[in-house]
């Protein structure tokens, strides 16, 4: 099962900043919060991770609150080509000795962009 | 360039075959995953690698077997007693060290008919 809850969908105007929600109120203290986006048939692409610090990159903005049970995901001026299902994970990043862990998604977002 | 390549990026077969799905990475990664998504749905797991020669059951494995004879290639065969193998199917890779995302292919659509 996955570890992170998130809404099915979200609609968003064109240049106004996406906020995308992410509920993991189970996640453990070396579990890392990723998110990665998926255009219709294509494989998913990375976007951000974060442990407990806020972090920014030039495609978006990852907010974790101070208790790790939730974390939102900025897009700052969404495009349609922005439109896309948008998933959220927890996992441990394999440091020695763990291997790799099941890298669980669930159903993610699917965030619509309106022109 | 380094990547994770599927092929092929669509297949038909024929009830009651077998069909196995290449997946490829020159990433040096150790870490090798399989997901199986549905119309409208996320990815499940159906088996994942740490190392070579060692692999875990997903979440659903039923139907499905792989092999990780090389670190760099990690093959999905979805045999006949996958019941509703049509579906579009999704390898991914990691390395087994530090904090790094993970890399996937662009996917194999398998239709059977």
């Known amino acids: 099962d996955a570890k992170t809850t998130q809404p099915p969908s979200m609609d968003c105007a064109e240049g106004r900043a996406a906020n995308l929600p992410c509920n993991h109120s189970?996640?453990?203290?070396?579990?890392?919060v990723y998110w990665y986006r998926q255009i219709h048939s294509q494989g998913p692409q990375y976007i951000i991770h974060?442990?407990?610090n806020n972090e920014t990159n030039e495609m978006a903005s990852l907010i974790i609150t101070e208790d790790r049970k939730s974390s939102t995901l900025i897009l700052p001026h969404a495009t349609l080509r922005d439109t896309a299902v948008y998933y959220c994970?927890?996992?441990?990043?394999?440091?020695?000795?763990?291997?790799?862990?099941?890298?669980?998604f669930g159903k993610g977002t699917h965030l619509i962009i309106q022109p | 360039d380094g990547g994770i390549t599927q092929s092929p990026k669509y297949l038909f077969r024929k009830e009651g075959q077998n069909v196995t799905l290449s997946c490829e990475q020159n990433?040096?990664?150790?870490?090798m995953y399989w997901y199986r998504q549905d119309p409208g749905q996320g990815l499940r797991l159906i088996y994942y690698s740490q190392i070579v020669n060692d692999f875990q059951k997903g979440d659903i494995a039923e139907g499905y077997s792989v092999s990780r004879e090389k670190k760099e290639s990690f093959p999905l065969t979805v045999t006949s007693a996958q019941k509703n193998p049509t579906a579009f199917y999704l390898c991914a890779s990691t390395p087994t060290g530090g904090n790094t995302e993970a890399f996937f292919g662009q996917g194999t659509r398998l239709t059977v008919v």
């Open positions: 189970t996640i453990s203290g070396n579990e890392y």
């Open positions: 994970i927890v996992r441990i990043p394999t440091f020695s000795g763990g291997g790799a862990d099941g890298l669980t």
């Open positions: 990433l040096n990664h150790d870490a």
């Open positions: 974060g442990l407990k």
